[in-house]
């Protein structure tokens, strides 16, 4: 028998919280939202039974103090703590502070974490089990000297990455020997100040990759499942803007490699939770071990549209160390489906964020149209937390059929008053490469010209509101129905946690 999980705290904010707060409401789970000063009337807090306020000041004050969380854990009698993305899911103290004082961590043990939150330590594990790894420098020896020389073996260009990195920061490409310090200075100087910890390694660059990942879920009793693939190549600063599944870039035989390799990793390191497996594609199918992100992800609503599970369902039942309900064979992938993230940037000025009052957010339902935001009709967006707004998440029987319901969702998503990117993902999608299936990382930098005809936000705003009003009638009569629409849920959620 399990353990009883009655209250969850849900130690984050925005679409994420949301998200899970409405599992638990399906279970029957109680649930408590933390906030900080100014965000009472957020759509979290509103949405969860209970709201604790953290206070304000920096994020170390509030949604990174551990402390303060876990006291708000135990004065409300929560007997378990979600941490969302971002923010403290992959911080191994906190989950082992949780755990300690008998609140169950709804996530893997601190030693994944550990294990799989530093690039060095989890490449070398990959190579001690035969995974395939990019070639690369991962030596302790941390030398200016030491490190050129080795990106010289290696060869140009090489990648510089942050170990302890995260959300593409202390990243930095070299294309030639004489740039490596100055680059390496700099990977160096954006890793102490993200993450306190300037250890870098070095990786051949691989050019033309597409980012392909597996979500995978373990329990307790030797359960190590795939819920398969998720295609996440388009890319602006080494964060997904677009991400869809089936992978256009493989048949059945590479899938079925890929899927089996990542449930492999979790089997060997005896894993616990919903995690993901992060490879790279070369254009030789030859695929490589990019990192392990031990939480649940941005984009896996586009995994329980094709599969039909419920990830944050399995997360709890697994924490509370019961059997996942079902196996490896019952998984199986149904259509097509397509997440794009929008945020609150503007694609013509180098996807600068931009901030304001949100005056209007629709509610983007409808047939195959599922909207996870954590935003409403008059809140502001700062510059305190992540500028995505929302996430558009689409599915239809085939891949064509999803990208023509993800254009008009997007056209026809009412978010006004603020500059957003909706009109470059129209302009992605609409690509002739993106057609044909032609997604590599290097997508955003090859297509320069989608950044630079996404400036007709107010059209697009006015077409939005025009459809809002000659709707208005419809959206009464069919108000009741309304929740139930295709069995597709109206999940809530907001801009991520991360600076
Ligand atoms: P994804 O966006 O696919 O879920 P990422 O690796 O980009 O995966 O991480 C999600 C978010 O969490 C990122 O946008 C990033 O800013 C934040 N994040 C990830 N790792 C860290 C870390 N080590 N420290 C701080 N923030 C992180
Ligand atoms: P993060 O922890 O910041 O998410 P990752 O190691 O997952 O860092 O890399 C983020 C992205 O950077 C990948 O999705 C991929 O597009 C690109 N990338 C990472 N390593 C390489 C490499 N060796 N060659 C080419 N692109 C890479
Ligand atoms: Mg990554």
């Given amino acids: 028998m399990g353990q009883i999980i009655k209250k969850v705290l849900i130690a984050n904010r925005g679409e994420i919280a949301c998200r899970v707060i409405h599992t638990c409401q399906e279970m029957g789970i109680k649930t408590v939202a933390i906030y900080t000063e100014g965000e009472e009337s957020a759509l979290h807090v509103q949405t969860a039974d209970e709201g604790f306020c953290l206070g304000s000041g920096p994020l170390s004050e509030t949604y990174l ?7 708000i854990a135990k004065q409300t009698k929560s007997t378990a703590i979600h941490p969302g993305y971002g923010f403290l899911s992959e911080n191994a103290d906190f989950c082992e502070l949780v755990e300690k004082n008998k609140i169950i961590f709804i996530g893997p043990k601190s030693e994944h974490i550990q294990l799989m939150g530093d690039k060095i330590t989890s490449k070398k594990k990959m190579m001690e089990i035969g995974v395939p790894v990019i070639p690369g420098y991962q030596g302790s020896d941390q030398e ?37 310090f100055q680059e390496l200075e700099a990977a160096k100087r954006e890793a102490q100040s993200s993450f306190g910890n300037d250890h870098v390694l070095i990786e051949k660059y691989i050019t033309k990759p597409r980012h392909i990942e597996v979500q995978v879920m373990s329990d307790t009793h030797g359960n190590h499942l795939h819920f398969y693939e998720r295609e996440c190549s388009i890319q602006r600063r080494y964060q997904k803007i677009v991400e869809e599944t089936p992978s256009v870039a493989f048949g059945d035989e590479l899938r079925h490699q890929i899927c089996e390799t990542a449930a492999l990793i979790t089997k060997e390191i005896n894993y616990r939770g ?106 502001m967006v700062g510059v305190s937390f992540d500028p995505m707004v929302a996430k558009l998440i689409t599915y239809a029987p085939n891949r064509t059929q999803c990208t023509e319901k993800m254009k008009k969702a997007i056209v026809d998503f009412p978010f006004l008053g603020l500059k957003t990117n909706r009109e470059y993902l129209i302009n992605v999608l609409d690509n002739e490469n993106f057609v044909k299936g032609n997604t590599y990382t290097n997508f955003v930098a090859e297509n320069k010209e989608l950044q630079d005809s996404a400036n007709t936000s107010v059209e697009l705003a006015q077409v939005a509101l025009a459809h809002l009003m000659s709707s208005k009638n419809y959206t009464n009569q069919s108000a009741q129905s309304s929740s139930s629409d295709n069995g597709i849920e109206d999940f809530s959620g907001f801009r991520n946690q991360h600076l």
Avoid at 65 to 71: A, P, S, T, V
Avoid at 163 to 180: C, S
Wanted: charged share 25%.
């Fill in 65 to 71: 103090n551990k402390q303060k969380i876990l006291d």
């Fill in 144 to 180: 200016s000297e030491t490190l050129k020389k080795h990106a010289n073996i290696i060869g140009f260009p090489v990648l510089i990455k942050a170990t302890a990195g995260g959300g593409g920061k202390g990243m930095r490409i070299v294309e030639k020997e004489e740039n490596f």
């Fill in 274 to 379: 919903a995690g993901t497996v992060e490879f790279i594609l070369d254009t030789d199918d030859r695929f490589y071990f990019l990192e392990m992100n031990t939480r649940l992800q941005v984009e896996h609503p586009i995994t329980e549209l094709v599969t039909g599970a419920d990830l944050v369902h399995h997360q709890i039942i697994v924490a509370k160390g019961e059997k996942l309900p079902l196996t490896q064979n019952e998984i199986t992938q149904r259509g097509h489906a397509i997440e794009v993230r929008i945020y609150a940037e503007d694609p013509a000025n180098n996807f600068f964020p931009t901030t304001g009052e949100v005056q209007y957010v629709g509610k983007g339902r409808r047939p195959g149209v599922r909207l996870d935001t954590g935003i409403k009709s008059g809140d």
